[in-house]
């Protein structure tokens, strides 16, 4: 099993900038690879970012391309998710979760996330 912190969310002002962080522990050898998702208040949960293990492959939301990076410590833990030019629309929680990538999946997103954190909210005023 694979454990999951987010920290880092809170309030910020539209065309501000936020980081936020995932932390795993426990069998964290298994996971191939780690995303970001977020669910805004009566919407479904949508895939925003993810990254490999090695950090070399990642895979981001189309809308927030340019302003939403993923990456990971070069120890390979944590793995952030800077935040630039954030919208009201951006307003979710945002949830890390995991994959063990038992099958191949020709993008990141494609996979199932099997473990999850209990989120971090993250909040953007117009």
């Known amino acids: 099993q694979v454990q999951l912190v987010e920290t880092g969310g809170g309030l910020v002002q539209a065309g501000g900038s936020l980081r936020i962080s995932c932390i795993a522990s426990?069998?964290?050898?298994?996971?191939?690879?780690t995303g970001w998702f977020r669910q805004a208040p009566g919407k479904d949960r949508e895939f925003v970012a993810a990254?490999?293990?090695?950090?070399?492959?990642?895979d981001l939301k189309s809308s927030v391309r340019g302003r939403f990076t993923i990456t990971r410590d070069k120890l390979k833990n944590p793995v952030y998710l800077p935040m630039d030019n954030l919208k009201p629309d951006d307003t979710a929680v945002y949830y890390c979760a995991a994959t063990g990538g038992a099958d191949y999946m020709p993008r990141l997103h494609n996979y199932k996330y099997t473990n999850w954190g209990q989120g971090t909210q993250v909040t953007v005023t117009s």
């Open positions: 426990g069998r964290t050898s298994d996971v191939h690879a």
């Open positions: 990254i490999d293990w090695s950090g070399s492959v990642t």
